[in-house]
Every structure is written in structure tokens, then in C-alpha cells.
């Protein structure tokens, strides 16, 4: 295209047809379609049957010798009947000229108006099935992922996922798994936000200081992603509502503060064969795992045993820098979706730890315990009536 | 000599230091090499028989020693030894 052209006179001399010219063309055979936009544009509506050969911004790479060998290979050699289409007509016109032109094609026509007007006249296009107009374009940075895809996508809002402690790690893991779409978040935390909690816990704020945790994530949940469901359990887990309140989830995520919800959470979970991606933080130093219950070794198989206060100080007590804190929490949400979308290696038998003063990240071997007294070989059978019955894990943990 | 990696609640009695290098042909002889230089770790690592606590987690580089064998397992020079304490925040 010569510098003094304008559209106009590119539109003048190439071959326009109508959507529903081009329509007839497609049912008669014969021709084929061809969608010359950008894959973002592609991926939220596009008309069946077509074929794909972007033309960058403007038409640009239709001067390519790519662009004309590539339409080539689709319409089966350059004395084919191709029709070129875009968004409104412009690209598509640019792109026919330059394979008449400049690629030796004998038999183009540009679609004018392009997918617009083809909408506008009501002919058949296609959009992915179960998003919203809002969805796609919202969520279109993970569909554009060919792991991701709107397959993916729909996984993930159609997942359920439980956070246990809305805190350190619970905080920002929530706030990237609500605005990643995963269509349900349940949160239980039975606290209220401190001012202390702020330096790290950004799904919080300074106005809800006093506001219990669930609530105050809540509201920062629904104002980032309305497509997200929070359930609140404002209380604490133990023996008597574990299974309840677990049992309807896909995936957990461990960011409790203390060994015995940690060990009953593990007990729980491999009971009811749940996956668990655990983590936990103090000072500078991070570790996570991702727990598959009879896929990979458990929690106990790790920590068979807890170790005794002294030697497992709490972030009150010993500090914890908030940065990394919000490093493992994004870790264990990178984690989930991982899980949900069924892509990627999780850190199913690995532990990762995340050392934030020397960024060290050490990877550690983790075996299923033949020992192991819940997911071992020899663990005994628990019977239905006795799924909710659990030992005394204060008592256990205080050694 | 091999390294042994000292995790933050055990650097208190370390002086601070995170990596230590000691002697000892085997990861057992080389934490005792670590008890005899720092004495309060002992008591911290081994039981009073002279076991591993059931709550120290040790590793010969990313393996851990329970799988290989146990505190008999043969390290080299090049090898670090991590000791791994649970940890619980949230």
C-alpha cells in the first residue's frame, strides 16, 4: 500500500461482498472463510467453519510472504475463492488487496463490515458457550492461554474452593483465586481484623479494622469480581464441624496459624480424599506442598509428629515479613488453579521452601510414609459413623 | 565437609549463622559435629537415646534421611544436610 492510498481506495478496487453474500458463498462451498483479527478478538465471537490467519494491526502482516503462504495452505492454493474478514471490514480489505496484489491470489473478496455487521444481520456466529459477554472480556487474558482456554476458564468458575484462615496467607490468596474467577470462595476465620494484620493481609483494609475477617474479604471479593460467591463460616474448625464444612469443596487451601487445625485438617481431608495445598510462613522463611490424598504423601507423612513450642514460635511472637507472606499465599493459589484446571506439574510430593532474605528457593523430596498412621498402607478403615470422630489434637500437639 | 543448613529457629543457638560447615562422614556424625560447636542444638535434634526427634526432619540434599539411611547415611563434602522444622504460621 503506497502512502497517498487511503481505505477508500483500496476498498475501490478490491472485491466487497456482503455477511450474507459471503453466508451463501460458505453454504454453496467452494470458498472459505478466513479471520484475519487478533486471537483476543477470536476467542469472543467468530463465525463457524472460518479459518484463521491474523493480519496484524492494520493489515500489516498481510505483506508478509507468511500471510500468503499461510492462505494458501488454507483455501488449497492461490486460484481458491477466499473471503477475508475482521472486525469491521478495514484489516480485511487491506489483507485482500495485498494477496491479489502482492501474493498472486486470483479469487478475493474482503467481508465488508465485518463480524459486526454480520451480527448486525443476524446471521450465525459463535461465542463460547456458558461466559457472558462481561466474562470473556474479563477473563480474557487466561482463555487466551492455549492451557487455559475457555474450557479452563469455566473449570475454574465452576469451582469450589476453601480458605482455612483469611490472614497471612489466606488474605492474598483469596484475593487472586476471586479475581481469577474461581465461582466459589468459602473463607473461615473466626477473627477480627487487626490493625497489626494490615502490613499483609491486603484483602483488608484500614476502614474494617474490627470487622470480622470473613465479612471484610468478603466485601473486597465482591467489589473486585461479582462472578464470585463467598461463603462465610466465621468460626473456628475443629472435630465437630470439620467434615461439614469441608465436605462440599473441590480444593482447600492450609493457611491456618496453628499445628492442630493443621493436623486435623490433614485427617480430615484424606479421609474425605480432598486436596490440600498447605502452607505456612515465619519471619523470612516460607514452605508449601500440595497434599493429593492417596495420589502423593499427606501431611503426617511429612510431619509425622509436631514439634514442641519452642522450637515453632507463631508469626505474633516471632515477627513475619508481609511480602513474603503474600509470595506463599500466591503460590498456594497458583497451586489451586493449577489443580482446578487439571494443567501443570502441582507440588504434589515436592516441598517448596521460599527463603525472602537470601532468595533461596530450595525443592525437597517428600515420600508417602509406609508408616503413616492416616493415608499408610496399614492406616486403619474408618467407618462411616465414625468420619466425624476425631482425636484430641491440642493433647497431640502439646506433646 | 559437608553444610548444614540451620533454619531460622535454630539460628539463635547457631549465632546466627545459617549455613554451617562441619565435619563427620555421615549425616549423623555431622549434626553431633554441629551439637559439639553449638550444645544447645542437642537437645533440640536427638532424643536422649541419641535418636532423631520424630519432629526434626533432616535431608541429604533434596532426599530425606528417613528414606535413605537414616543418620548412617554417607555424606560427602559436597553434600548439605537440611534440617527442617515444621512451621505453623499462617
Known amino acids: 500500500m503506497a502512502s497517498t492510498e487511503t481505505l477508500e481506495d483500496i476498498k475501490a478496487r478490491i472485491e466487497q461482498v456482503t455477511p450474507a453474500e459471503a453466508s451463501s458463498e460458505l453454504d454453496a462451498g467452494g470458498a472459505v472463510l478466513i479471520d484475519t483479527r487478533d486471537a483476543i478478538n477470536r476467542q469472543e465471537v ?36 477466499v473471503l477475508l474478514y475482521c472486525n469491521v471490514g478495514n484489516r480485511s480489505a487491506v489483507a485482500a488487496d495485498a494477496l491479489v496484489r502482492e501474493h498472486g491470489f486470483e479469487d478475493v473478496a474482503s467481508v465488508a463490515g465485518g463480524i459486526a455487521a454480520w451480527e448486525q444481520d443476524g446471521l450465525p456466529v459463535l461465542v463460547p458457550e456458558g461466559m457472558s459477554a462481561e466474562q470473556r472480556n474479563r477473563y480474557s487474558r487466561h482463555t487466551l492461554l492455549p492451557q487455559v482456554g475457555v474450557e479452563g476458564q469455566l473449570r475454574m468458575l465452576n469451582a469450589k474452593v476453601l480458605l482455612i484462615g483469611a490472614g497471612g496467607l489466606g488474605a492474598p490468596a483469596a484475593l487472586y483465586l476471586a479475581a481469577a474467577g474461581i465461582g466459589t470462595l468459602g473463607l473461615v476465620d473466626d477473627d477480627e481484623v487487626d490493625e497489626s494484620n494490615l502490613q499483609r493481609q491486603v484483602i483488608h483494609s484500614t476502614e474494617r479494622i474490627g470487622q470480622p475477617k470473613t465479612e471484610s474479604a468478603r466485601k473486597t ?44 485438617l490433614n485427617d480430615a481431608s484424606v479421609r474425605l480424599r480432598k486436596p490440600v495445598v498447605s502452607a505456612s510462613i515465619l519471619a523470612f522463611d516460607g514452605q508449601i506442598s500440595t497434599f493429593v490424598p492417596f495420589e502423593g504423601p499427606c501431611y503426617r507423612c ?40 487439571g494443567i501443570g506439574e502441582p507440588l504434589i510430593g515436592r516441598l517448596l521452601l521460599y527463603d525472602s532474605l537470601g532468595t533461596h528457593f530450595t525443592e525437597l523430596k517428600v515420600r508417602r510414609d509406609p508408616e503413616c498412621p492416616i493415608c499408610g498402607p496399614n492406616a486403619p478403615e474408618i467407618p462411616e459413623s465414625e468420619m466425624g470422630k476425631f482425636p484430641d489434637y491440642e493433647l497431640f500437639c502439646a506433646g | ?23 563427620g562422614g555421615t549425616v549423623g556424625e555431622a549434626l553431633n559435629a554441629l551439637a559439639e560447636r553449638y550444645p544447645s542444638t542437642k537437645d533440640q535434634l536427638f532424643s536422649p537415646e541419641g535418636d532423631l526427634n520424630r519432629y526434626v526432619n533432616v535431608y541429604l540434599n533434596d532426599e530425606d534421611v528417613r528414606v535413605l539411611d537414616g543418620l548412617d547415611t554417607a555424606a560427602a563434602d559436597s553434600d548439605t544436610v537440611v534440617i527442617l522444622p515444621a512451621m505453623a504460621g499462617g
Open chain 1, 221 to 264: 471479593i465482591e467489589s473486585l469480581n461479582p462472578d464470585v460467591k463467598v461463603i462465610e463460616h466465621r468460626t473456628r474448625l475443629d472435630a465437630s464441624n470439620i467434615i461439614d464444612i469441608i465436605k462440599d469443596y473441590d480444593v482447600i487451601v492450609d493457611g491456618a496459624d496453628n499445628f492442630p487445625t493443621r493436623y486435623l
Open chain 1, 46 to 81: 467468530r463465525v463457524e467453519g472460518d479459518e484463521y490467519a491474523p493480519a496484524g494491526n492494520g493489515g500489516i502482516e498481510s505483506h508478509t510472504e507468511q500471510f500468503g503462504d499461510r492462505v494458501a495452505e488454507l483455501a488449497g492454493g492461490r486460484d481458491q475463492r
Open chain 1, 302 to 341: 511429612l510431619y509425622p509428629t509436631p514439634p514442641p513450642a519452642e522450637l515453632a514460635p507463631s508469626c505474633g511472637a516471632a515477627g513475619v515479613l508481609g511480602v513474603m507472606a503474600g509470595v506463599m499465599g500466591l503460590l498456594q493459589a497458583n497451586e489451586v488453579i493449577k489443580l482446578v484446571i
Open chain 2, 1 to 23: 565437609m559437608p553444610t548444614i543448613k540451620v533454619p531460622p529457629v535454630l539460628r539463635e543457638q547457631t549465632d546466627g549463622e545459617a549455613a554451617v560447615s562441619v565435619g
